[in-house]
């Protein structure tokens, strides 16, 4: 990447900005379910894994100059691990009816997120295709660095869109706070559900699996 700052390193700031008000929105919504444990909850995984980024604060105020892609790449790493980390504790420390409403509120999170993400992505969406739409979520949720390659896409034409999601991305932070990967996932599923709907309603994400693979389908209803 270059020295100087360019769109590109706006684009990832922004998704990482994302990420952090996404893990704020989770500690909101689960604090409404068990009151403190989420609070106490939530600062072990940022006396663990290091303190969010202000959101507010301009990329050019905050980020390392000497090291901008280095920076970038590490907040991503932060940021992502300290979200799993948060929500394996709300999963690990709950149970019974607590569990259930931790579990819908964490997916509430993401829900609401990935909805209010396709509703800002419907003012550039320029064609209302499968590919346009799929190229349109990946300017909203954290999927690596540019240099990492993206996702493997399996077919693609106007009405449908399909790719691996194996989130191989998104693993080796999972793995690292010892999250359910399966959970994880759902947790995607779900934000990509709601991104999909609001930006176009006359779409929908469809999830199936072949061989063992997981496969998401941006698809024309």
């Avoid at 000497?66 to 300290?82: D, E, K, P, T």
């Avoid at 990492?148 to 399996?154: E, F, I, K, L, S």
């Avoid at 759902?186 to 709907?197: D, G, I, N, R, S």
Wanted: net charge negative.
């Amino acid at each position: 990447m270059s020295a100087f700052l360019g769109h590109i390193h706006y684009w990832l700031y922004r998704k990482i900005q994302l990420l952090v008000e996404r893990e704020n929105l989770i500690l909101e919504k689960t604090s409404k379910v068990v009151d403190d444990l989420a609070e106490e909850l939530h600062s072990i995984s940022v006396d663990t894994y290091g303190e969010p980024i202000n959101p507010s604060i301009p990329l050019e105020n905050i980020i390392d100059h000497g090291n901008i892609h280095g920076w970038l790449s590490n907040q991503i790493n932060i940021a992502s691990v300290r979200e799993a980390a948060f929500i394996k504790d709300m999963l690990d420390t709950n149970s019974g009816d607590e569990a259930v409403n931790v579990v819908t509120a964490i997916l509430d999170a993401f829900a609401v997120q990935g909805q209010a993400c396709g509703v800002v992505a419907q003012d550039n969406l320029e064609e209302h295709t499968a590919p346009a739409i799929y190229n349109a979520l990946q300017n909203f949720y954290v999927n690596g660095m540019p240099c990492d390659g993206g996702d493997q896409v399996v077919s693609e034409s106007p009405e449908e869109f399909t790719w691996v999601g194996d989130h191989r991305l998104q693993a080796g932070y999972w793995r690292t706070a010892g999250v359910d990967p399966k959970f994880m996932a759902l947790a995607y599923q779900t934000w990509f559900e709601a991104f999909v709907k609001a930006i176009d309603p006359a779409f929908e994400l469809v999830t199936t699996e072949e061989n063992g693979t997981r496969l998401y389908s941006i698809h024309k209803k």
